[in-house]
Nanobody
């Protein structure tokens, strides 16, 4: 089993910045793509940004130019630097990872999610 644990959320004023972190832990695993999603009250979970293990990134249009996703493969960690925050960025932010777990039969790939971290942007 692999666990994803997020940290770094909180309350911030509009225009401010927050950095989220997500660490994957477990044994005998490898990670392909990682990403961040958010879910506002009453809305569906939506993609924020993704990053492959080679560093290719993809962003939702609403965050381009404001958010930056990065990762440290040696630490199994993905980050989300959030700048110029707006009240509409308020949501629970979830870390996601495509994880391969090694068994006697090779790697089995599945999606893992973190527990979520709240980001609240006040106007």
């Amino acid at each position: 089993q692999v666990q994803l644990v997020e940290s770094g959320g909180g309350l911030v004023q509009a225009g401010g910045s927050v950095r989220l972190s997500c660490v994957a832990s477990g044994s005998n695993f490898r990670i392909n793509a990682m990403g961040w999603y958010h879910q506002a009250p009453g809305k569906q979970r939506e993609l924020v940004a993704t990053i492959t293990n080679s560093g290719s990134t993809n962003y939702a249009d609403s965050v381009k130019g404001r958010f930056t996703i990065s990762r440290d493969n040696a630490k199994n960690t993905v980050y989300l630097q959030m700048n110029s925050l707006k009240p509409e960025d308020t949501a629970v932010y979830y870390c996601n990872a495509n994880v391969g777990e090694l068994s006697a039969y090779g790697y089995t790939w599945r999606e893992y999610w973190g527990q979520g971290t709240q980001v609240t942007v006040s106007s």
